[in-house]
């Protein structure tokens, strides 16, 4: 419960069978220790990192980058003028530093991810790509937008089968795969 919006929310779990890449046993370890709900929105994609999953997913991300599937906020340099432009709410309270943080965050964030990236080492392992922080630098923001893609390309790739076969809508395949409530 959400006692500052006095909103509760649904309890969330682990997502079903039908998504694999993470073996059974250790999908429903996952469901028993963390899932304090009888009846959980299963939307949580559990993925547990071996190298050859961590090297494919850089190579799938490399690839949505070079095929320009994802677009990214303008620097954080730029971001004030563009708000003071084209936000009313930001121009209207300009000098109130929590309401410019909270419009900012998101600007600051993709900058730091981009950092993140620039600052990944990649080297080779039996063919496998790897990918190294420099010292004193972290990878978190990277990892998330590269699982994220990872599960997308899951997605993409599933709705192009169904797709092609006719033989289900995209509504209902979502629907097969997650509980929707």
């Known amino acids: 419960m959400c006692e500052d919006r006095g909103i509760t929310h649904p309890a969330l779990g682990v997502v ?11 999908k429903y370890e996952l469901r028993k220790d963390h899932t304090r709900s009888l009846n959980p929105m299963e939307v949580i ?14 190579s799938a991300f490399r690839i949505s980058l ?11 340099g730029e971001a004030e003028e563009f708000l003071i432009k084209n936000v009313k709410e930001f121009t209207n309270n300009v000098n109130d530093s929590e309401l410019t943080a909270f419009f900012l965050n998101p600007y600051i964030n993709t900058g730091l991810m981009i ?7 990649m080297s080779l392992i039996n063919g496998r790509v790897k990918l190294t922080e420099k010292s004193g630098c972290y990878k978190d923001r ?28 995209d509504l209902e395949f979502l629907s097969s795969i997650t509980k929707v409530w």
């Not at 079903?16 to 250790?26: A, P, R, S, V, Y």
């Open 16 to 26: 079903g069978d039908e998504f694999t890449f993470i073996n059974q046993d250790k």
């Open 45 to 58: 994609f559990p993925i547990s990192a071996t190298l050859e999953l961590n090297s494919q997913m850089a």
């Open 66 to 76: 070079q095929k320009k599937l994802w677009s990214f906020l303008i620097s954080d």
């Open 115 to 121: 950092g993140e990236c620039i600052n990944l080492d």
């Open 142 to 169: 990277y990892s998330t937008i590269s699982y994220c893609n990872w599960v997308l390309s899951f997605f993409d790739q599933e709705l192009l089968k169904e797709t092609e076969d006719n033989s289900m809508s």
